[in-house]
């Protein structure tokens, strides 16, 4: 397992998301009103980033296409046979930590 510093929990406030390429991946980090979130952040229908995506109540929505993902479970809610993979986080102090 490893840890991997994405930025600081202080640079993310409610509605906004941090985004890194890890391992070929761009992984996003997502405050949905204070709940923090790690997930793929590439819209399988385009690629497009859902980092500029909006945020809420769970989900995060494609600015390109409105394709909708559940931030839990990754799960498409627009095309139910794709979803995205999610990941572990750990918050120490002010530094939020992908886990791997």
């Given at each position: 397992?490893?840890?991997?510093?994405?930025?600081?929990i202080?640079?993310?406030?409610?509605?906004?998301?941090?985004?890194?390429?890890?391992?070929?991946?761009?992984?996003?980090?997502?405050?949905?009103?204070?709940?923090?979130?790690?997930?793929?952040?590439?819209?399988?229908?385009?690629?497009?980033?859902?980092?500029?995506?909006?945020?809420?109540?769970?989900?995060?929505?494609?600015?390109?296409?409105?394709w909708?993902?559940?931030?839990?479970?990754?799960?498409?809610?627009?095309?139910?046979?794709?979803?995205?993979?999610?990941?572990?986080?750990?918050?120490?102090?002010?530094?939020?930590?992908?886990?791997?």
């Amino acid at each position: 397992m490893s840890k991997i510093r994405m930025g600081k929990i202080s640079d993310l406030p409610p509605g906004k998301v941090l985004e890194k390429r890890i391992r070929a991946r761009r992984v996003a980090i997502i405050n949905d009103n204070g709940k923090i979130y790690a997930i793929e952040a590439d819209c399988k229908h385009m690629k497009a980033s859902l980092s500029t995506g909006h945020i809420a109540d769970g989900v995060v929505t494609c600015r390109w296409h409105g394709w909708k993902y559940d931030l839990v479970t990754g799960n498409c809610l627009t095309n139910n046979v794709f979803s995205l993979k999610t990941y572990h986080i750990e918050i120490i102090e002010d530094e939020v930590f992908l886990i791997l």
